[in-house]
C-alpha cells in the first residue's frame, strides 16, 4: 500500500492524529543525538517546546533555526526582485513557531516593521513572550485579521493554503488581498505539479481536471490536513490578483519535494 492510499485509510478510521502522534515521537528519538548536541552550541538560542517544531516543520533544532534562516535570506531575495525593502510592513501568514519571521528583522532590517499571524494560540504565546522584534497574532480559522486595509507592503505564507478547504482558500485570499498595499507583494506556496505522485489514482485524476484536492476529514489548519492545487485553480483563485512569477522548483534529494511559489501584486 502506498502512502497516499494509508494515509486516505488513516483519515477514514479515524486513526491519522494517533499516527502523527508515533511519527513525532519516532523522530523526537532518531534526532535526540543532534538536538542535543544544537542546545550545547548554541546555548542562547530560544527553541520553542519540540511538538510546535513537528508541527510547523520538522523535529529538526537546525533546520528549525538554520532552516529558517536560510528560508528568510531567500524570500528577501525574492522580495527585492520586486519591492525595495526599506521602511515597510511585512506580514508573515501562518507563522507558526516563527521559524522565519524570527529571522527577518536581521535579515531585512532597514526600518521595516514586522507582523506575524497564526491560529495556533501556543505558537503565538511562545512567539509573542520570546521573539520581541516582531508583532504577533493570533486568528482564528475563519478569515479575519486585525489589519487595516492596504496595510502590508509585503505578506508571504509558506506552506499555509496546502493545509486549507477550498473555500478557506477564497476566504483567506479575499482577507490577505484586502490588508496587501496596491503595488505590494504577496508571496505563497502551494503544492504544485511536483506533488503528483504522492496522489492516488482517483485524486490524480481530479487534479488533471484542474481541481484543487483536499485531503480533510481533520481539523483544518493541520498538518496533516492536505491540500493539493494545480495551476488552473491556482490562477482562478488569482484572478483579482496580477501573477509576477510562478516559480517551480526542483530539487537534487529524493527526500524533499519542493512547493510552487506564486508572486503576485495588487495593481
Known amino acids: 500500500m502506498n502512502k497516499a492510499k494509508l494515509s486516505n485509510l488513516l483519515r477514514q478510521f479515524k486513526l491519522i492524529y494517533l499516527a502523527d502522534l508515533v511519527r513525532f515521537r519516532i523522530q523526537k528519538y532518531k534526532h535526540q543525538k543532534t538536538n542535543n548536541a544544537f542546545r550545547t552550541k548554541h546555548p542562547n ?4 517546546p519540540d511538538y510546535l517544531i513537528y ?4 523535529m529538526n533544532y537546525d533546520k528549525y533555526y538554520n532552516g529558517g534562516l536560510n528560508m528568510a535570506k531567500k524570500l528577501s531575495e525574492h522580495f527585492k526582485k520586486h519591492i525595495e525593502l526599506k521602511s515597510i510592513s511585512i506580514l508573515d501568514w501562518g507563522c507558526g513557531p516563527g521559524r522565519i519571521i524570527r529571522h527577518m528583522p536581521d535579515v531585512i532590517n532597514n526600518n521595516c516593521k514586522f507582523f506575524a499571524t497564526d491560529y495556533n494560540a501556543k505558537s503565538i504565546a511562545w512567539c509573542s513572550e520570546n521573539l520581541p522584534k516582531v508583532q504577533f497574532n493570533k486568528n482564528e480559522l475563519n478569515a479575519s485579521l486585525p489589519y487595516n486595509d492596504n496595510s502590508m507592503d509585503v505578506i508571504y505564507g ?9 473555500q478557506l482558500h477564497y476566504d483567506w485570499f479575499n482577507e490577505l488581498f484586502r490588508v496587501l498595499k496596491p503595488n505590494g507583494i504577496m508571496l505563497l506556496s502551494m503544492h504544485g505539479d511536483n506533488f503528483k505522485i504522492k496522489l492516488t489514482e482517483t485524486e490524480l485524476n481530479d487534479y488533471n481536471q484542474g481541481k484543487i484536492v483536499v485531503r480533510g476529514s481533520i481539523k483544518e489548519g493541520h498538518r496533516t490536513y ?12 488569482f484572478k ?7 516559480i517551480i522548483q526542483t530539487s537534487e534529494t529524493k527526500d524533499w519535494v519542493p512547493q510552487d511559489i506564486w508572486i503576485l501584486t495588487k495593481e
Request: charged residues 20%.
Open 45 to 48: 538560542v530560544a527553541l520553542p
Open 55 to 58: 508541527e510547523s516543520f520538522q
Open 158 to 166: 509558506i506552506s499555509i493554503f496546502t493545509h486549507l478547504s477550498e
Open 226 to 237: 492536505a491540500a493539493f492545487h494545480p495551476k488552473p485553480f491556482v490562477e482562478k483563485l
Open 240 to 246: 483579482e490578483a496580477t501573477v509576477l512569477e510562478h
